[in-house]
């Protein structure tokens, strides 16, 4: 595959030539992929008469920040991410827990009609939420959740995918381990802590920095059971930035900026988490 | 999985009863979630198909058997929606991948400073349904510049355009999805033993023969999983929807799940809805047990 395991001295010139190419195709692509980013970022820092003029500019000479706190404050971002964190932070730890007591048993414990139960989990895979919204909002209103931090985690409290990725995890596990607990008069529950937990921290850290990720981009079910800006998500935030009208386009870029923020650190930080929960099952390892 | 209880080992009665305690107390909260929010719903889903909602909310609902389904089902308005749910797959999943696909093969070399290559292909992981279809949905204002300035200026304008409304959508979730399918091609091509590729190498072939003959093969697995689990996201397609064209112009991006919403929401027809809700899990179980079949062919099991 390397370029460098060609022959040396032969053909130096045409080897930097074929390194310059790549380099060239790979800058290309990538400025490709990064330009709708980095023009929103350039965007948002001009005023409407710059973003609606051609030529366009690529570059804010004059940067106008005020674009972010009009953002930030009339638009009511601010709220909407504290709402996105409460929420996400719901929903995340709600998902490693569940998944965790759940992989522990299915992995850990002998009880009847495992095998079934282990089908159910995976059969709720199967389910698209998208179709289970039409009793979902009832229910949800029938408790009394409606415009409520609880009423936007509930649903995904516990995940089939959740508690499949961590029974894999347990079961790599040593059998071994848990007889020698047990002789040493580990119960379950100090083994399930003290034991398996941490020696299944790379997958307990890719199942949270997913459900973060996917509950952090929610988008329909904040939309059906919100009303008003007291619990509204950052997603649902940016449909009434993207209803400002043209002189206000600015600070409908500044929200999308804003809105990828937590996240671009998130993922800078769990780059390596992020990548073995999103591939997890889909690559045998 | 059953067997896994070992006969070396004495277990006494009230341990075992123990354990199925400990047991039920692990998956009760789980089992709870999803009997309320997953299980319940899509009975329910079935039962409620069987009335129709009244015209006016407050009069009962009639119960209609079957009838609701054969109307649903049978109408245009259904088969118009589904056909435009499939076409939206067909335009986002295969464009998708392959682009997935060629970055990743492209970050895949020796190169000094290929890491930060790596990082911008993967960076749209950072952006949401709702990022991405606010930045698209506003570049695509007429009266923003850029696009006119390129010469792109449809009449009626790309959202509103029958012709350009559904694939302005599809580049959209091609772009917010490029990050993670780079990042489930390069885990992909982590697989490919590098000694194969060198054997092809020294035996004369080219760097496209062994992308073909080597490479292709030996990724099917993760690009048959990408397939069908990109499918089924396409299948659920709702955000950028919402956001870019409420199911206009004309329909033309009205797909089903966007279709479910408008009748439980808009039109507050919980019957029909239902109903549309049902096709969808059927669309969704069909592809998800075509790939069980397949991966149960050639994956074995540990344990």
């Known amino acids: 595959m390397s370029v460098e395991a060609a022959g040396i001295g032969v053909g130096r010139g045409r080897r930097v030539a074929g390194k310059i190419a790549r380099y060239a195709l790979l800058t290309v692509l990538a400025i490709v992929v990064l330009f709708p980013i980095y023009i929103t970022i350039v965007n948002s820092l001009l005023v409407p008469s710059a973003i609606t003029s051609q030529p366009p500019k690529f570059f804010p000479t004059n940067p106008q920040w005020s674009s972010y706190s009009s953002a930030w404050d009339a638009g009511h971002m601010g709220e909407y991410l504290k709402n996105s964190f409460i929420v996400t932070i719901l929903i995340t730890v709600g998902q490693v827990v569940t998944a965790v007591l759940a992989g522990y048993a299915f992995a850990f414990l002998q009880f009847p009609f495992k095998r079934t139960l282990f089908v159910v989990f995976l059969a709720t895979l199967m389910v698209p939420f998208e179709v289970t919204i039409v009793t979902n909002v009832t229910t949800v209103n029938d408790l009394g959740l409606f415009n409520t931090y609880w009423g936007l985690a509930v649903p995904f409290l516990a995940t089939g995918f959740g508690a499949f990725l961590m029974r894999q995890a347990f079961l790599v596990l040593p059998q071994d381990l848990r007889d020698a607990a047990a002789l040493d008069g580990y119960g379950h529950f100090r083994f399930l802590t003290r034991v398996a937990v941490p020696l299944a921290r790379p997958a307990v850290a890719a199942l949270t920095v997913f459900a973060f990720l996917a509950a952090w981009n929610q988008y329909l079910w904040p939309l059906l059971v919100t009303s008003g800006d007291s619990h509204r998500t950052v997603q649902i935030g940016l449909k009434q930035l993207r209803g400002l009208s043209i002189d206000q386009v600015n600070v409908t870029f500044a929200g999308a900026v804003i809105a990828v923020i937590p996240l671009v650190i998130l993922l800078l930080v769990f780059q390596k988490q992020l990548v073995r929960g999103l591939t997890a099952g889909a690559v045998k390892g | ?303």
């Open chain 2, 1 to 303: 999985m059953t067997a896994a209880i070992s006969d070396d080992r004495v277990v006494s009665k009230s341990t075992r009863r123990k354990e199925r305690g400990l047991a039920l107390l692990f998956l009760a909260p789980s089992l709870l979630v999803f009997g309320v929010f997953v299980f319940y719903p899509l009975i329910h889903n079935a039962y409620l198909g069987f009335y129709r909602t009244p015209p006016f909310p407050g009069l009962p609902k009639t119960y209609v058997g079957l009838d609701q389904y054969k109307d649903v089902l049978t109408s245009s308005d259904f088969f118009d929606s589904l056909k435009t749910t499939v076409l939206f797959a067909v335009m986002t999943v295969p464009v998708g991948i392959a682009l997935g696909l060629a970055l990743a093969v492209l970050a895949h070399q020796q190169l000094r400073g290929i890491g930060i290559y790596r990082t911008f292909f993967s960076s749209t992981v950072a952006t949401s349904v709702a990022v991405a279809a606010v930045i698209f949905g506003t570049l695509m204002n007429p009266q923003v510049g850029l696009l006119p300035w390129l010469g792109v200026n449809p009449h009626p304008p790309i959202l509103q355009n029958p012709t350009w409304a559904l694939p302005a959508v599809a580049v959209t979730t091609i772009w917010q999805t490029l990050g993670l399918t780079f990042i489930l091609m390069s885990a992909g091509l982590q697989t490919v033993p590098d000694e194969l590729l060198e054997a092809a190498r020294v035996d004369g072939a080219g760097a496209w023969a062994r992308f073909w003959h080597v490479t292709l093969p030996l990724l099917s697995p993760t690009i048959f999983f990408a397939v069908v689990i990109g499918t089924i996201f396409a299948f659920q397609t709702f955000g950028q929807i919402d956001l870019l064209t409420q199911g206009g112009p004309l329909n033309k991006t009205n797909v089903l799940t966007y279709f479910i919403y408008t009748e439980l929401i808009q039109n507050s027809n919980e019957g029909k809805a239902a109903v549309l809700a049902i096709a969808l899990f059927l669309l969704t179980l069909l592809l998800a047990l075509a790939q069980i079949r397949f991966l149960e062919r050639r994956v074995t099991y540990e344990r």
